[in-house]
């Protein structure tokens, strides 16, 4: 039998629900089965960069943490440490402390790392072990475009959300004849808004795959006034952008290096103003947003992060670094961290496009 050994734990870039489920798995697993140890990272890879920002992570601090959103170890989308912000003078500069990363896991005398996040931490990642560091990755994000996967925790609940959300607007749009424009997470992949917007019914579904066409939208909104339907649903990814036209972006302290994130947002609107001038109906725009990121876990995102942390211990054992778990074919297998700098898009032509269309839903194109 393998020697114990001792293992970081980070969760990195945007919480998800599903990341406590799986820090519950690995902790388990590894303890019981294999008689690890592990040291919590905090605050992402910010915790091997400052101080006093690590803590022992063992059984007791897993338990009753299955069903609760977010993660017990904090997290950062801010914190690469290839580019990380650091003062100097009055300003803020971007530092390479990716060897400053490697001095510090020596000095927690970690045996490897397990990182647990979406393309951003997984690409850090991968950029770690082509530098020497024992890493291995677990796959999360609500947006489902990460290549490597089949899918990833985080996004089964998203969509429950996303449809119950759907379902509760159908009644007030009905009631008051009302356009509803409801503005969904997705970067720029559209299978949130895709699966949801079926789910929820939707009369219209926009994605970032397939740019739209005002003229489309309208042929499809007044077809369904002429049926007495005065009232419409038009699900809307944030990275949805008209044809011809550029994608809406807020850009928060973009000139602080380190400290500016682009996010996306206000294509709801975008599409709103479009259609405000021709039709006569009253438009209405909803932006779920972090609602969607935020709660307890579904059964399935508990059973896949519970799989996903149970089966990244293997990979440990086989001395499988630089790699990521990922499911393929309901198969919990293991990819190279590589995979999953690839992003992974709606396919215009795929299954659930073509069904859409054939039940009548539009996609303004």
Request: aromatic share 4%; hydrophobic share 40%; with cysteine.
């Amino acid at each position: 039998m393998a020697r114990p050994l001792r293992l970081g734990v980070l969760t990195g870039g945007g919480d998800c629900p599903g990341l406590n489920a799986l820090i519950r798995g690995l902790v388990r697993r590894g303890v019981y089965e294999f008689g690890h140890s592990f040291v919590g990272i905090e605050n992402g890879y910010m915790g091997l960069v400052e101080p006093e920002l690590v803590r022992p992570l063992g059984v007791e601090d897993t338990r009753g943490i299955l069903p609760k959103g977010g993660t017990i170890l904090g997290t950062s989308n801010k914190a690469n440490p290839f580019a990380y912000p650091v003062r100097e003078g009055t300003g803020w500069v971007d530092r390479d402390v990716s060897d400053q990363v490697l001095r510090r896991c020596q000095e927690l005398r970690l045996d490897g790392l397990v990182a647990i996040g979406g393309d951003g931490t997984l690409s850090i990642a991968s950029q770690l072990a082509a530098k020497g560091l024992k890493v291995v990755g677990c796959p999360k994000t609500i947006d489902n475009d990460l290549s490597g996967t089949d899918q990833t925790f985080g996004f089964d609940t998203a969509r429950l959300i996303v449809t119950e959300a759907l379902d509760r607007l159908h009644s007030t749009a009905e009631s008051h004849d009302r356009v509803m424009v409801v503005e969904i997470m997705g970067r720029h992949a559209g299978f949130l808004t895709l699966d949801s917007g079926i789910a929820g019914g939707a009369d219209l579904i926009l994605i970032p795959e397939i740019p739209y066409r005002v003229t489309s939208l309208l042929d499809t909104l007044k077809r369904r006034a002429t049926r007495r339907r005065s009232f419409s649903i038009i699900a809307i990814s944030e990275g949805a952008y008209p044809e011809g036209g550029a994608l809406s972006v807020l850009a928060e302290a973009a000139d602080i290096p380190g400290r500016g994130v682009v996010r996306l947002g206000g294509s709801g609107k975008v599409c709103a103003d479009l259609l405000a001038s021709h039709i006569d109906a009253e438009i209405r725009v909803t932006v779920l947003g972090h609602l969607q990121r935020g709660g307890s876990p579904s059964a399935a995102d508990r059973l896949l992060a519970t799989r996903y942390g149970c089966k990244v211990l293997d990979l440990v054992r086989d001395g499988d670094w630089g790699h990521m778990v990922a499911l393929r074919s309901n198969e919990i297998v293991s990819v190279p961290l590589s995979e999953s700098r690839k992003e992974r898009r709606v396919d215009p032509q795929g299954e659930l496009v073509r069904f859409a269309r054939s039940m009548g839903i539009g996609f303004g194109d």
